[in-house]
């Protein structure tokens, strides 16, 4: 843990692990995404930290950047209310 990397990739995996956790126990389980969506999330997280500790560092903030894109289109962790 001695980057900017490690510290936002796992901020970022551990929001993702309360919301599967949260869906996983709710009572609208069967309605959520298949598990490979927040496979791809985790992975995802991975490849931003990695490139950024290995002198790739635009790269790795894209990375990141596309993972939580990815996270907010596909797994929505927010409700956002349309106005009338």
């Not at 510290?7 to 599967?20: D, E, K, T, Y």
């Not at 995404?33 to 635009?58: E, P, R």
Request: hydrophobic share 55%; glycine share 8%; charged share 15%.
């Amino acid at each position: 843990m001695s980057s900017i990397y490690d510290w936002v990739s796992l901020a970022i995996f551990a929001g993702l692990v309360v919301l599967f956790l949260q869906r996983a126990t709710g009572d609208r389980a069967e309605q959520d995404v298949s598990l490979f969506y927040y496979l791809g999330a985790a992975a995802g997280c991975a490849a931003g930290d990695y490139l950024g500790n290995h002198d790739q560092a635009l790269l790795g903030v894209v990375a990141l950047a596309i993972t939580v894109a990815f996270i907010i289109f596909y797994l929505k962790p927010f409700k956002f209310s349309r106005p009338s």
